[in-house]
């Protein structure tokens, strides 16, 4: 059974880097027809996508982030990663890395799988 | 502002029916499949319903989603305490080129 980790800092000061990396384990990120998720929910709001990729490298971006986005995958080490630059207050969020088994082409945005959770405060 | 649209809140009374409400456009769910999750408190969102009116597996035949034009439903029936929490449509939108989520809906089971 697939299960995902989030890890990182939980804390990051404004204007730099937010990096998070997300393990999977019990199958093979290679495998299938999956899309790679990362996903936020901002404290007292709603969930806001943030990208996706696919084994192949194949990359979907929120068109509100894109411009400060990349998600990238390492399929030697069964996992991906997101970086989110120039980070202010507005980034302080809980992420979610989450599988998508889209057969579709592109994702279906029905994630089926869900790590717990990283929280991340942007803060000096 | 989501670009799906759900109601704020819902609240019924306990072993009734109730109904969430998704609204989009030709974009999103006129084109694509809706995908409903929960999510509870501390916890992260669950998949309730994938391609419209797919049923994941493991969870309660009490959910069921439906699917006419730009709009889609998910309806919950004989309601528990358990189902409180918060509920959300997603589906991919072909002019964002990304995947949407609706803002959100709190059921409160009364």
């Known amino acids: 059974q697939v299960q995902l980790q989030e890890s990182g800092p939980g804390l990051v000061k404004p204007s730099q880097t937010l990096s998070l990396t997300c393990t999977v384990s019990g199958g093979s990120i290679s495998s299938g027809y999956y899309y790679w998720n990362w996903i936020r929910r901002h404290p007292g709001k709603g969930l806001e996508w943030i990208g996706c990729i696919r084994y192949s490298g194949t990359t979907y971006y929120n068109p509100s982030l894109k411009s400060r986005v990349t998600i990238s995958v390492d399929t030697s080490e069964n996992q991906f990663s997101l970086r989110l630059t120039s980070v202010t207050a507005a980034d302080t969020a809980v992420y979610y890395c989450?599988?998508?088994?889209?057969?579709?082409?592109?994702?279906?945005?029905?994630?089926?799988?869900w790590g717990p959770g990283t929280t991340v405060t942007v803060s000096s | 502002q989501s670009v799906l649209t759900q109601p704020p809140s819902v609240s019924e009374a306990p072993r009734q029916r109730v109904t969430i409400s998704c609204s989009g456009s030709?974009?999103?769910?006129?084109?694509?499949?809706v995908n409903w999750f929960l999510q509870l408190p501390g916890k992260a969102p669950k998949l309730l319903i994938y391609?419209?009116?797919l049923l994941t597996s493991g969870v309660s035949d009490r959910f069921s989603g439906s699917k006419s034009g730009t709009s889609a439903s998910l309806a919950i029936s004989g309601l528990q305490s358990e189902d409180e929490g918060d509920y959300y449509c997603?589906?991919?939108?072909?002019?964002?080129?990304?995947?949407?989520f609706g803002g959100g809906t709190k059921l409160t089971v009364l």
């Open positions: 391609y419209d009116d």
């Open positions: 989450a599988r998508d088994a889209s057969s579709v082409g592109v994702p279906a945005g029905g994630m089926d799988v």
């Open positions: 030709s974009s999103n769910i006129g084109n694509n499949a």
């Open positions: 997603a589906a991919w939108d072909d002019s964002l080129n990304g995947v949407v």
